[in-house]
C-alpha cells in the first residue's frame, strides 16, 4: 500500500530562516497533495493543496512543490516566526479518493 | 474556530462502560470522518460517510460504531473499549470526499482505564 514519509520527527531552526519539510511517498502519484499544521492538543487546520500537474504553489510565507519525478513534496516557511512552531502534516487521498492518509509529521521548533 | 465541533473534549472510561463522541458541523459539507491519532503514530483513518452513507470502514473493531443520522452530526459510539483504544480522536468535514480540504475538530482525547 501506498507510504508517506516525513522524514524529520523533528526540526529546530532559528527565527527569521526558513524551515524546509520533507514529505516523500512510495508507489503511485497521487493527483494532489495537502499540507496541514496541528498545534498541541488541537485538530490539524489544512494550509495548502497541490495538484500534481502543480509544481509550485505559494500563500504568504508558505511554498509548498511538487516534484512526480522524486516522489516528493516539500514545505517551505520563509522568515520563520516563533508563532510557526508547530507539527506540519502531509497527506494525500489514496487511490479511491476517499481514504486521505496522513504522514506522520514534523514537528517544527522555530527559536527566537 | 473551524465549524467542526466535538464533545466531549475529554473523556475517561472504563473497559466495560458504553459512550458515545459527537461531532457536528453546520458547514454544509456532504462528507464527514472520524480518525485516530495515538501518540507519536499518523493519523488513521477509521470511517468515511458520504451523504449519510458509510462508503469506508478501514478496518475498525466492532467496538466502534458509527453512526451519521443527519449531514450534520457523526457520532461514534464506543463499548468494551481496551486501554489502547486511549487516543485523541477526531472528526473532519469536508465538501467531497475526494480532492477538497477538510476541516478538524479540535478532538476528543480519550482515555480507557
Known amino acids: 500500500s501506498q507510504k508517506i514519509e516525513q522524514n524529520s520527527e523533528a526540526l529546530n531552526i532559528q527565527e527569521g530562516k526558513t524551515a524546509t519539510l520533507t514529505c516523500n511517498y512510495t508507489n503511485y502519484s497521487p493527483a494532489y497533495l495537502q499540507w496541514y499544521r496541528q498545534d498541541p492538543g488541537r485538530g490539524p487546520v489544512f494550509l495548502l493543496l497541490?495538484?500534481?500537474?502543480?509544481k509550485e504553489k505559494r500563500k504568504e510565507r508558505l511554498k509548498v512543490t511538487f516534484d512526480t519525478t522524486l516522489k516528493q513534496s516539500l514545505f517551505h516557511i520563509t522568515a520563520s516566526q516563533p508563532a510557526d512552531s508547530a507539527t506540519y502534516l502531509c497527506a494525500q487521498p489514496q487511490y479511491n479518493n476517499n481514504d486521505m492518509r496522513f504522514g506522520a509529521g514534523t514537528r517544527l521548533t522555530v527559536k527566537p | 474556530e473551524t465549524g467542526v465541533t466535538q464533545t466531549p473534549r475529554h473523556l475517561v472510561m472504563g473497559m466495560t462502560n458504553k459512550k458515545s463522541l459527537k461531532c457536528e458541523q453546520h458547514l454544509g459539507h456532504n462528507a464527514m470522518y472520524w480518525y485516530k491519532q495515538s501518540a507519536k503514530k499518523p493519523l488513521e483513518l477509521m470511517f468515511v460517510y458520504s451523504l449519510e452513507e458509510r462508503v469506508e470502514n478501514n478496518s475498525v473493531p466492532s467496538r466502534f460504531s458509527p453512526e451519521c443520522p443527519n449531514s450534520s452530526h457523526l457520532f461514534l459510539h464506543l463499548h468494551t473499549l481496551q486501554p489502547e483504544d486511549s487516543a485523541l480522536y477526531l472528526c473532519a468535514s469536508s465538501q467531497t470526499t475526494g480532492g477538497t480540504e477538510a476541516f478538524f475538530g479540535q478532538g476528543t482525547r480519550l482515555t480507557v482505564v
Open positions: 497541490i495538484r500534481e500537474n502543480e
